[in-house]
């Protein structure tokens, strides 16, 4: 009779333990490309709100770990005479990951604008209390949802003849046309909404180029009321960077 072979598995195999490699290094690519949108750049606020920062950060961290951890323990395993049962690694699920992992890192593609405004309907801006007065300042500093529901609104037409500014990116319109516009996100990319009001006058700019604009209400319905159109009729429009609460329908700042 032949001698018993010794039943043995895969794990000592150098294909497997190349593989096993290979997957713990697809998480640490993984937390790497995390850690560079979240911790040390602010690349991730293209795609989410500032309030996602910290968890994106501990999920690099997370994904950190465990990669290193597990080429520890493979590395441990090897050095261990008596190891023969199977090792599983990493799922295989993480080869998905390779792609978004390395966009991260190389090329972070960039944040939600004119494209994404371009091909959604604005958002449907509600107030459900009474409005409060009016500041005297002039020129009036104003969010695009605070001015969208003054002009359908607001009975009391507080903003009929006084100059807002307000501050939003360059959505092209037909005939050489264009909105003002914020995009919003509750959580991520993912539930964007748009906010825009149309500008008359003013030059042509370039697409996501943002700007802040000075200027009237523009006349067409009857303020306060549905039909009233959310216009404005520009004074003066400035380039501007990009603020840092770019995906919130936020005051412009200075």
């Not at 290979?22 to 309030?51: I, M, N, P, W």
């Not at 080429?71 to 090792?87: I, K, N, Q, S």
């Not at 449907?124 to 020129?139: G, K």
């Amino acid at each position: 009779m032949g001698a018993a072979v010794k039943p043995t598995s895969d794990a000592g195999l150098p294909g497997a333990a190349v593989k096993r490699s290979l997957q713990a290094g697809l998480l640490v690519l993984c937390g790497l490309g995390l850690l560079h949108v979240s911790l040390f750049t602010d690349l991730c606020l293209r795609y989410v709100k500032e309030g996602m920062r910290l968890p994106l950060i501990a999920s690099g961290v997370v994904l950190l770990v465990l990669g290193i951890a597990s080429v520890v323990l493979d590395r441990a395993e090897e050095a261990d005479e008596h190891h023969h049962h199977g090792h599983s690694g990493v799922p295989r699920v993480t080869w998905l990951l390779l792609l978004p992992a390395l966009s991260l890192l190389v090329y972070a593609p960039p944040a939600l604008g004119a494209y994404t405004a371009a091909r959604q309907p604005a958002k449907a801006v509600v107030h459900d209390s009474d409005f409060d007065p009016l500041p005297r300042t002039s020129p009036l500093p104003m969010t695009l949802s605070d001015f969208t529901s003054r002009v359908r609104q607001d009975r009391g037409q507080a903003i009929k003849g006084r100059t807002i500014r307000m501050t939003g990116f360059v959505t092209p319109g037909d005939g050489g046309s264009w909105e003002l516009t914020r995009i919003i996100l509750n959580c991520c990319a993912a539930d964007a909404q748009s906010v825009k009001v149309r500008i008359h006058g003013g030059p042509a700019l370039p697409a996501n180029t943002w700007v802040t604009v000075t200027g009237t209400w523009h006349p067409g319905g009857t303020l306060g009321t549905g039909s009233a159109q959310v216009g404005l009729d520009a004074r003066t429009v400035t380039k501007v960077p990009r603020p840092a609460n770019g995906y919130q329908d936020a005051l412009p700042l200075g």
